[in-house]
């Protein structure tokens, strides 16, 4: 039996129709690009808090900063990024995935270099970036979501050590790096099993 090309054509056109209209389906947005924007507008909160406070705080009274003009830059950089961010996840373009890989690539070099601007007193802004993470592993895979969680483990590793080195932070920061990074794993790694459960 003969087969018209153009009938063929015309299933795979249809065919290819059909997935990108599932992929835009308001269940699957649901489960995607709405929470990524959800999560792009907690990135923007957080920044402007930071580029806020330190605004305020000219004279370093309430928070004294160990070095003040890289963490102005940071955090202004972080808040540029994650307005980039949260365009380009209204857009959906580019693809989720690679949206959702450098969102957590920026979220964990940022809050390093906040962490390590701030000294000691902000080592407490490992926490944003657990609550990142967490919220990126819940849109994807066990495997990606322990991906990112080393990229965020390295990432506080990485600061302590350079920090530690201009001898800015003691040697009891890595205990804190290390018990940031277990809640990083455990919380990362749960919730995408919990997210893919709920799926």
Request: glycine content about 10%; hydrophobic content about 55%.
């Amino acid at each position: 039996m003969d087969i018209n090309p153009d009938s063929t054509s015309g299933v795979t056109a249809s065919m290819l129709a059909a997935e990108t209209a599932e992929r835009h389906t308001p269940a699957a947005d649901d489960r995607t690009w709405k929470p990524l924007r959800i999560l792009c507008g907690y990135r923007l909160v957080v920044a402007m808090l930071l580029v806020g406070g330190f605004v305020i705080d000219q004279g370093q009274r309430l928070f004294p900063i160990a070095d003040p003009a890289l963490f102005l830059q940071a955090a202004t950089l972080y808040l540029l990024l994650g307005a980039a961010a949260t365009t380009l996840a209204f857009a959906r373009r580019p693809p989720f995935l690679w949206q959702v890989h450098g969102q957590v690539l920026v979220d964990a070099l940022c809050l390093a270099a906040l962490i390590h601007a701030g000294g000691e007193l902000f080592s407490g802004l490992g926490m944003f970036m657990l609550v990142a993470v967490a919220g990126a592993s819940l849109l994807v895979g066990v495997r990606l979501a322990a991906y990112f969680a080393a990229v965020a483990t390295l990432a506080l590793f990485g600061q302590q050590g350079l920090s530690h080195a201009e001898g800015i932070a003691s040697s009891g920061g890595y205990t804190q790096a290390a018990v940031v990074g277990l809640a990083i794993f455990a919380t990362a790694i749960g919730g995408s099993l919990l997210a893919r459960r709920a799926r």
